[in-house]
């Protein structure tokens, strides 16, 4: 069923917006490179750490907006072609059908995470062979990304369940505009508490790999906003499960 979904999506442009999600990590990424010097005089080289953590912020920035149109893409989209009565006519439980569009948004979201750290991955671990850099300070940027990418799987649901009320990509396209212009001033801020929002958790990770912006101690509010973070996941998981499983089926819709 999972292959079925990507199938459906062969012609349509939703992988630009993979590709639109990772690529401006990459270019921000890319700013290390730049001829720079110490206030000695002396020629900067390439800090991969500080590189990881500008890529970290400009995925964490795109994300809610970027993931949010994917779900809602993909969750609307019988809605919108009204083919919603074919889908349900099946002799499948509706849940394994939202399953496997859930399935299908996360594996986009994992690869859209994993091209946003391309271009660093790549030249972490050719600086490797090198010996100009550790394996730690590699597998630090690399187990950020998966932490940030897997705490931003968190907040999907939510984007399910709006377009499946709305019937439309709308809702969840606004829901995630709002939500990157709220993780955009928060992260800016770089203040410990963003966290208690469950669009801004995935920035937890990335805050912590920061040079010189943590402040002393580890965040006290990580557990109150895994907390929140969870209960959002749940609910709005829960809520998106009845709503397909119950929602009448319309003639034309």
């Known amino acids: 069923m999972i292959y079925t979904e990507i199938m459906k999506l062969k012609n349509t442009k939703i ?3 993979v590709l639109i999600g990772a690529l401006p990590a990459n270019l921000v990424t890319l700013y290390v490179f730049l001829p720079r010097v110490t206030p000695e005089g002396v020629s900067a080289g390439i800090d991969v750490q500080d590189m990881f953590y500008r890529q970290g912020m400009a ?29 349900f006519s099946y002799p499948i439980s509706r849940i394994m059908f939202l399953f496997s569009k859930l399935a299908t948004v996360l594996l986009l979201i994992a690869i859209t995470w994993a091209l946003s750290c391309f271009s660093i991955t790549v030249t972490s671990i050719l600086m490797l062979f090198t010996q100009q850099i550790d394996f730690e300070m590699v597998w630090s940027g ?48 770089h203040s410990m508490e963003v966290v208690l929002v469950p669009w801004l958790m995935p920035y937890w990770p990335v ?11 580890p965040n006290p509010y990580v557990a109150s906003g895994m907390t929140i ?4 996941f ?20």
């Open 142 to 189: 690399i187990r950020m990304n998966i932490l940030a990418c897997v705490l931003s799987l968190g907040t999907v649901p939510v984007a399910a369940a709006l377009s499946m009320v709305g019937k439309s990509l709308i809702p969840s396209a606004v829901l995630g505009g709002f939500a990157t212009i709220v993780t955009l001033i928060g992260e800016m801020g």
């Open 229 to 232: 973070l969870l209960t959002t």
């Open 234 to 253: 749940i609910v709005s998981l829960i809520f998106a499960i009845v709503y397909y499983e119950k929602s009448e089926v319309h003639s034309g819709s």
């Open 15 to 17: 992988y630009w917006l």
């Open 59 to 87: 995925i964490t920035i795109l994300a809610p907006f970027i993931f949010a149109l994917i779900t809602g893409y993909i969750i609307s989209r019988e809605y919108q072609e009204r083919t919603i009565n074919q889908l």
């Open 207 to 217: 805050r912590e790999l920061a040079q010189g912006l943590a402040q002393t101690g």
